[in-house]
């Protein structure tokens, strides 16, 4: 299968638990998405701000702008915790989508039109850098409430920090 | 070799005897189809019992050539991580005075971990123990966490039977099974 490397996919999967950070890769390898994953909010902000360094084929444009590029980046939460307030505070926060789990390989399809709708964005604006990368994340029973914002913008950047 | 056969033999005598010769001739194929039956049966009854959900059959989806183990692996960082909540569970259960509310973080991550491989039992078991940990009854928490820990104990067992089999089963039968 022919794979066009521009159009390939990056997810970003944040998860505590190893067991359910192995299960997400798997998901999403055979989903064809290139996948790296982490298991701390602060340790995927972390991968995201070193990628701006890195001279790897599928990422980043010298002439980038660090800061504003993380705000864009799509976040999906996934949980195995059924509870509609919580949810809509995730969504309310910024998130694209919740996904409960265990996550099945049919959610992968979901994950595509958010990267898209990021990536057009990106286009707009012209900006290259993580224009194919969505983050999902785990929100865990450790997330902690999410503050008022008045910007849109900030509050996915602080959503993905308060994982 | 020379095989006289009556005609009074039903088929069910035959068997065992075309099963030997078989085994004589291709010993590798009358071990995968006899391995792979009792596979089926195992796994059959794992469902029956309801010790596992459709959830194990996705785990052996993600599982081919490119990730040939991963049913094993998965079982296997489960049966680790649910022992390390488990060993939680057990101190917070003990601790005086009780705190409920850390408990129910431990018994969110054991229903996770449970619900993620498939296994029913624990999870549907951990649900209840959460509604005895949300009521801080202590009583009903014990109870209910014995329940969970015998059917962790049984479920272990019982994987660890499958998989050791699987893994004698192995790529030969993999690659000549044909929709099953």
């Given amino acids: ?163 | 070799m020379v095989l006289h056969i009556s005609s009074a033999l039903t088929a069910s005598a035959l068997h065992p005897l075309l099963c030997f010769c078989f085994h004589n001739t291709y010993p590798e194929m009358e071990n995968a189809s006899g391995l792979h039956r009792q596979l089926a049966s195992m796994k059959k009854n794992l469902f029956d019992q309801g010790y596992l959900d459709e959830q194990f059959y996705q785990l052996e989806e993600l599982q081919d050539e490119s990730s040939p183990n991963f049913v094993e692996e998965v079982v296997t960082l489960f049966f680790r991580d649910s022992s390390r909540s488990m060993a939680n569970i057990d101190e917070a259960l003990q601790q005086c005075p009780r705190d409920f509310h850390r408990l129910d973080k431990f018994l969110h991550r054991l229903k996770g971990s449970a619900s993620s491989i498939g296994a029913a039992k624990m999870k549907n078991e951990c649900t209840r123990l959460r509604e005895f940990c949300s009521e801080e009854n202590l009583d009903g928490c014990l109870r209910s966490f014995q329940k969970v820990k015998n059917d962790h104990t049984i479920l272990r067992q019982k994987l660890e039977n499958y998989l050791q089999l699987l893994r004698q089963v192995g790529p030969v039968d993999r690659a000549s099974r044909s929709g099953s």
Avoid at chain 1, 1 to 14: G, K, R, S, T
Avoid at chain 1, 49 to 55: A, H, I, N, S, Y
């Fill in chain 1, 1 to 163: 299968m022919a794979v066009d490397a521009e159009a390939q996919f990056h997810v970003l999967a944040v998860d505590d638990s190893l067991m359910d950070r192995k299960l997400i890769e798997r998901l999403l390898k055979t989903s064809s998405f290139q996948v790296t994953t982490v298991d701390s909010g602060s340790k995927a902000l972390e991968v995201l701000g070193l990628r701006e360094d890195q001279t790897s084929a599928s990422a980043v444009s010298p002439e980038h702008n660090g800061s504003s590029s993380l705000k864009d980046i799509p976040v999906v939460v996934m949980s195995s915790e059924n509870v509609p307030s919580r949810i809509n505070r995730c969504l309310e926060g910024g998130a694209e989508e919740f996904f409960l789990k265990p996550v099945q390989l049919s959610d992968m399809k979901r994950l595509r039109p958010h990267i898209l709708k990021g990536r057009s964005k990106d286009q707009q604006l012209q900006r290259e850098e993580n224009s194919n990368t969505i983050i999902i994340s785990s929100s865990g029973s450790k997330r902690k409430a999410m503050d008022e914002e008045p910007s849109p913008e900030r509050t996915r950047l602080r959503f993905s920090t308060a994982i």
